[in-house]
């Protein structure tokens, strides 16, 4: 088993957890849902739909497929049961942290982050290694990320001032953006950012006068190689006929380019293109290789240019559940460095710095959330159990049907599992976390429920809905927990409404 596959220990044991290998064995991904319209879903490479959903919601399974996978192993490596009902991360028991910082609150495997780090520099040798700071970004954070080496993938002037702030190398970071703001180029310029990516024509020339005289910015060029890949239709970016990016298929991307040539304060150093997220095979990032060396060789024909960099953005998937497959990320790394040199070497051309900006795939499997039970509804077909959390903190459920894996801790249950909805606090029908999950039937307020693989787009994505406040994160690390972000209270909330 390799390093690079991320593999997590089973508490006690130090051994593998089988989700370490499941990349290598999509056959035993079999999500809850077992109606036609999820079955075609799964088929297609998606999540179950929402009306798969539904359709499960009417007729939930009587056995859970994935009850024979370690239900850890989705959770943070440092996972460790403590007693008969709680589970400590990095050695301290959630629920001290749930008692100390309150509910619903975000827990941080602060090891988990730096092992994922360090697997990414493992399995990408003398690649740039960006972490995608939409993922989820606070100041702790920053400095995790530097310390381990990587550089800095942010998207908008808040993330950059942030990183900044919190003592960021500016040349180590790169600016992406379908739609950058003139207070977003001012912030990157002024600051002094590595890299910027260009995603559209008309960006090229504002960027340009922006610049100061006597400078040059670096820059790459976001191009859409034409490739469907990604978890959902909503995070699919490879496509034509998307907001992102510049077509390779329309001539877009041929055409910025020599634009970007034009403008003497911009040096195009090379290539960028990101798929889409949550993509589980490496077969698509070999074929964007492949488009994307076909263009540098004509590149190099037409302009007599030898572009350094190739930038392949992110979108490693991981698992939300015990069971769902993974990117392995060691097989990317070579299969991608052979196809470079393989491509290179038919074009005549040396091969360029590669560039990698994961998000998810760093930070995801590192966060747990924690939620207090409010209520417990039976209707007759369902039964609902309401948390103190919901689609302000999480919107991914709602945004893309994504399922996840609950668990009660806290207390030992006395009744056995049993289908259970688990649904948030908002005014609204949709706002299910997990739906038709096995959770014990003795579910009542005040019980705790801990979800894994919270890490990503959770807290990022988070809202105002029903000004309920955010959530803190805390990290653990090595037996103690320490708050980063704190709750955000309603005087946070009322003082930002200055009206009458
Ligand atoms: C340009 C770019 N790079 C990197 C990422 C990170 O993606 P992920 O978190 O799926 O690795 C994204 C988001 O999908 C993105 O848009
Ligand atoms: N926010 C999405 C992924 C989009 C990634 C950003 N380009 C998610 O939660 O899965």
Partial sequence: MSHHTLPRAHPGTGAPSPSAAVG???????????????????????PPSAAGRASAVAAPPAVDPLSAVDPLSVWPRSTAPVGHDDLAVAGVPLTEVADRFG????VLDEAEVRHRCRAYLRAFPGADVYYAAKAFLCRALVHWVREEALGLDVCSAGEL????????????IVLH???????????????GVGRIVIDSTSEIARLAAAVPPGARQKVLIRVVPGIAAGGHAKIRTGTDDQKFGLSLTDGSAQHALARVLGQPRLELVGLHCHLGSQITTVKPYLSAVRRLTGLLARIHEQHGITLPELDLGGGHGIAYRPGEPTLDLASLGSRLRAELARGCAA?????????????RAIVGPAGVVLYRVLSVKRTGAHTFVAVDGGMSDNPRPALYGVRYAPRLIGRRPSAAPEPVTVVGRHCEAGDVLAADVQLPGDLRPGDLLAVPVAGAYHLSMASAYNLVGRPPVVAVTEGQARL?????????????????
């Avoid at 509910?103 to 975000?106: G, H, L, R, V």
């Avoid at 074009?347 to 994961?358: D, F, N, Q, S, W």
């Avoid at 980063?484 to 009322?494: C, F, K, T």
Wanted: no cysteine.
């Fill in 24 to 46: 290598a064995a999509p056959g035993a991904t079999s999500p809850v849902a077992t109606s036609p319209a999820a079955t075609a879903a799964r088929a297609a490479g998606e």
């Fill in 484 to 500: 980063l972000v704190r709750r955000e209270s309603l005087a946070d909330i009322q003082e930002r409404d200055i009206g009458l």
């Fill in 161 to 172: 001032e942030l990183a900044v702030a919190a003592g960021f190398p500016p040349e180590r």
């Fill in 103 to 106: 509910t619903p609150a975000y």
């Fill in 177 to 191: 953006g379908n739609a950058k703001s003139p207070a977003d180029l001012r912030a990157a310029l002024r600051l």
């Fill in 347 to 359: 074009a005549g051309l040396p091969v360029p710095r590669l560039a990698v900006e994961p998000g």
